[in-house]
Nanobody
Framework: QVQLVESGGGLVQPGGSLRLSCAAS????????MSWYRQAPGKERELVAG????????NYTDSVKGRFTISRDNYKDTVYLQMNSLKPEDTALYYC????????????WGQGTQVTVSS
């Protein structure tokens, strides 16, 4: 059974940091590109950061460049999102996504973890 379980969300003050984790099971983690998405109330889900299966390449949406870092541990089947200098506009439900690197392009989603940035 495929599972993506996010953790690490919470309430943090502006300027603070959080580290999100997404533990994967039920599929060959090292064969999947991993991404973090977020969705704020009333807004569409957006891609925050992605990392290729072998961790050779990463990409970030412009609003988080220089503040967020995505990484993965293919031995622990886990992907991380280190978030620094958090802003109120980072408040959202953060989701983990797995996308198989080669066809068939299976895609899996986690249930999300809430991040709230507020004083």
């Amino acid at each position: 059974q495929v599972q993506l379980v996010e953790s690490g969300g919470g309430l943090v003050q502006p300027g603070g940091s959080l580290r999100l984790s997404c533990a994967a099971s039920g599929f060959t983690f090292s064969s999947y590109a991993m991404s973090w998405y977020r969705q704020a109330p009333g807004k569409e889900r957006e891609l925050v950061a992605g990392i290729t299966s072998a961790a050779g390449f990463t990409n970030y949406t412009d609003s988080v460049k220089g503040r967020f870092t995505i990484s993965r541990d293919n031995y622990k089947d886990t992907v991380y999102l280190q978030m620094n200098s958090l802003k109120p506009e980072d408040t959202a439900l953060y989701y983990c996504n797995a996308l198989r690197s080669r066809p068939p392009r299976y895609s899996y989603w986690g249930q999300g973890t809430q991040v709230t940035v507020s004083s």
